[in-house]
């Protein structure tokens, strides 16, 4: 509206103005440097007029643009950034691809076009580590610590730089200043959780899996299961240094903890027998038997056990009774009935195990049979060649690398791995599944050769014998091929 009335002033001012100037016409003559100008008056208002509009138009233009540096700066601003975005996907590519050079070419390029550094600093860094420089990289990571958005990145540079130097405990300092940064960051928490089982550092170990479950690195079950861990190697040290008391404490909470854990179980046990309380040692294992029997935990019930056999064998039948169908119940039932020389009982029991397992010192026990009921020595013989070739016995092993160790430990000495030690059965290669002939030297079946070669654990399957006939000729799997049998 106020446009529209604007319009129409200036309109008739212009033709208010015309007029006046067609009712009272002139002329006007002008001589300037040589020059005569000569025209009527409404030429000279009309070219007034229009120089007037020219100036104002320049005015108006020049205003825009001075009053606008920021719109030069941001088109200008918007193609730096541009092509620092684009040489920053190129060094990240050329990194990707393992080309160095031209992965730090583009960093530079990157330095300058973006202003923030972070992103040069931290390409330069990983550019100088796959090159090998761990120096250039160390320097770089180190410069991102003096800015609080980039002193995260840079601490898991320098704590990947560390482990990759072997200089754990720099890697611990940085891994501890990471997570105090971003306590629920998963990776780091795996991390320094490592680091700190190597120095040895179980209770902050233990506080650190507060945080992992917050952060929901592990799940409940691995969560227990490394708290028993923990506490358990807190009581192995306890037993090292003496403190009795303090670890029976400690192996009471991992065993509460995790009722299922072997290794805290015999490790309880182990400590009452050598302590002399051998009521308590038992019940440990009474416990223990019911969810996870082992001829670890056996043996040291055997060891406290003094007195009549026969006793012995009913103090055997009631640890068997808490979990009668385990192999490992028949098998510690027939030791207690071979002492005893109860000969009926131990056959009996050894022949339900072997019907679902062989092992090698199931074979021993019933060549020690054979020997001490029908004085056999050569049916013994013959059984002592096949315990030779039958799958070993369990032991403390590592599941991650198979290596031996004579007791349980929370991590392997070999490989370092933690929780890997478990009573366990060897890896093995079986490479001939099946034979159905009875005698040791005799080749296997055509069918038995064309099943693959196997790898088993625990010893419960690597004879597939023993999934035909159920086991009751076990021992033919376990016939030595031909011209790999030892002597006696
Ligand atoms: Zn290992």
């Not at 303090?246 to 046990?269: C, H, S």
């Given at each position: 509206m106020i446009r529209l009335l604007t319009f129409i002033l200036i309109t008739a001012v212009l033709v208010g103005c015309t007029v006046w100037f067609a009712d009272n016409p002139g002329r006007m003559t002008v001589v300037w440097l040589g020059y005569r100008f000569d025209g009527s008056i409404g030429m000279v208002a009309l070219a007034l007029l229009a120089l007037t509009a020219i100036c104002v138009l320049i005015w108006r233009g020049w205003t825009i643009i001075a009053n606008s540096p920021g719109w030069v700066g941001r088109l200008l601003g918007s193609r730096r950034r541009k092509k620092g975005q684009q040489a920053l996907t190129m060094g990240l590519l050329e990194l990707a691809s393992g080309d160095v050079r031209q992965a730090l070419k583009h960093t530079r390029a990157v330095d300058r076009y973006l202003e923030d550094d972070t992103?040069?600093?931290?390409?330069?860094?990983?550019?100088?580590?796959?090159?090998?420089?761990?120096?250039?990289?160390?320097?770089?990571?180190?410069?991102m610590l003096e800015k609080p958005d980039s002193a995260f990145f840079g601490l898991r540079g320098l704590l990947q730089l560390s482990l990759k130097t072997n200089d754990r405990e720099d890697a611990l300092d940085y891994a501890e200043r990471a997570h105090r940064l971003r306590p629920r960051n998963p990776a780091v928490i795996v991390t320094l959780f490592d680091l700190l089982l190597t120095s040895k550092r179980w209770d902050r170990a233990l506080s650190l899996l507060v945080d992992a479950q917050k952060a929901e690195v592990f799940g409940e079950q691995e969560l227990t299961r490394r708290r028993a861990l923990l506490i358990t190697a807190k009581a192995e040290d306890a037993i090292a240094s003496g403190e009795n008391a303090?670890?029976?404490?400690?192996?009471?909470?991992?065993?509460?903890?995790?009722?299922?854990?072997?290794?805290?179980?015999?490790?309880?046990?182990g400590l009452y027998r050598d302590l002399k309380q051998e009521t308590k040692a038992r019940d440990v294992i009474l416990q223990s038997w019911r969810t996870t029997p082992s001829a670890a935990l056996g043996a040291i019930y055997l060891e406290t056990l003094t007195g009549d056999p026969l006793a012995q064998v009913k103090s055997v039948e009631k640890l068997a009774a808490t979990n009668p169908d385990h192999v490992e119940s028949q098998i510690i039932l027939a030791e207690a009935a071979l002492l005893a020389d109860l000969w009926g009982m131990a056959r009996n029991n050894l022949e339900k195990a072997m019907t679902r397992k062989t092992e090698a010192r199931h074979y021993r026990l019933l060549a020690d049979l054979e020997l001490r009921e029908k004085q056999d020595g050569a049916k013994a013989r013959d059984l002592l060649v096949k315990a030779s070739h039958a799958n070993p016995d369990p032991d403390w092993r590592c599941g991650a690398c198979g290596a031996e160790t004579d007791r349980w430990v929370v991590s392997c000495p070999s490989c370092h791995s933690f929780g890997s030690v478990e009573w366990r059965s060897p890896l093995r290669v079986h490479q001939a599944p099946k034979t159905t002939a009875p005698d040791a030297g005799n080749p296997p079946s055509k069918d038995a050769a064309q099943k693959p070669a196997a790898i088993e654990q625990n010893g419960t399957i690597i004879d597939h014998s023993n999934d035909d006939d159920g086991g009751s000729d076990s021992d033919n799997a376990n016939t030595p091929q031909k011209g790999t049998q030892p002597a006696v």
């Open positions: 992103l040069t600093r931290l390409l330069t860094a990983q550019a100088a580590e796959l090159d090998g420089n761990n120096d250039a990289a160390k320097r770089q990571f180190e410069a303090e670890a029976i404490k400690l192996l009471r909470k991992a065993l509460n903890a995790a009722g299922d854990f072997t290794g805290a179980a015999v490790l309880l046990a």
